[in-house]
């Protein structure tokens, strides 16, 4: 079964600092990668998404991601972090099989110091 | 923008009532999805639905639980009889196709007193 681990529960930055967001997976084949972000009381808003093709993914808001088969990582990346992005954060895995399923990782809370 | 829509934002029941929770998915979209999220842990998935069936569930998604689409516009989540632990935030979700995106609706929040 497929899994996701974001190992860090909070990160704290400065307003204009980069960010990393850490994302391990573990699935049996080339995987459907996924990072979302959910503000306080709001849905899921997808910032990116891997499928095939160029490991380095541009999203919304700045942000980038890089598949790492090598190191089953997808991390989130963003050069100068705006205190607008405070928010939870999840990486989620989808499932093989017509249904594509997401598994989520627990999420990282993101607070961005002013 | 097409988006997914929830109602209502917040339900509050007492436990062993039934609810249901509606969604209106993207309207051209052919995959349909519930997930939930228990306060302070990560969202779950609990069932698809395409072409009027249930294409996978969860295991926590028992006989207490039915998704249906009665209408080819909305999608509903029934619990036939609340938990307590059945408090949690659900969300609906919609796709296109096969390699798409899933599109997330804001929630229902379920509280189960």
């Known amino acids: 079964a497929q899994s996701v681990t974001q190992p860090d529960i909070h990160i704290t930055v400065s307003e204009g600092a980069s960010l990393e967001l850490r994302c391990n997976y573990s699935?049996?084949?080339?995987?459907?990668l996924f990072w979302y972000v959910q503000s306080p009381g709001q849905g899921l808003q997808l910032l990116l998404k891997y499928f095939s093709g160029d490991t380095l993914v541009q999203g919304i808001k700045g942000f980038e991601a890089e598949f790492k088969r090598s190191q089953s990582s997808f991390n989130l990346r963003k050069p100068s972090v705006h205190w607008s992005d405070a928010a939870e954060y999840f990486c989620?895995?989808?499932?093989?099989?017509?249904?594509?399923?997401?598994?989520f990782g627990s999420g990282t809370q993101l607070t961005v110091l002013p | 923008e097409p988006e997914v829509t929830q109602t209502p934002s917040h339900q509050v029941t007492q436990m062993g009532q039934e609810v249901i929770l509606r969604c209106v998915p993207i309207s051209n979209h052919l995959y349909f999805y519930w997930y939930r999220q228990i306060l302070g842990q990560k969202v779950e998935f609990l069932v698809s639905?395409?072409?009027?069936?249930?294409?996978?569930k969860s295991e926590i998604f028992d006989d207490q639980f039915s998704v249906e689409r009665p209408d080819g516009s909305n999608f509903t989540l029934k619990i036939r009889s609340t938990k307590l632990e059945d408090s949690a935030m659900y969300f609906c979700?919609?796709?296109?196709?096969?390699?798409?995106?899933?599109?997330f609706g804001p929630g229902t929040r379920l509280t189960v007193l």
């Open positions: 639905f395409y072409n009027n069936e249930i294409s996978e």
């Open positions: 979700a919609s796709r296109y196709e096969s390699r798409d995106t899933q599109y």
């Open positions: 989620a895995v989808g499932a093989q099989g017509s249904a594509r399923q997401l598994t």
């Open positions: 699935y049996g084949a080339t995987p459907y």
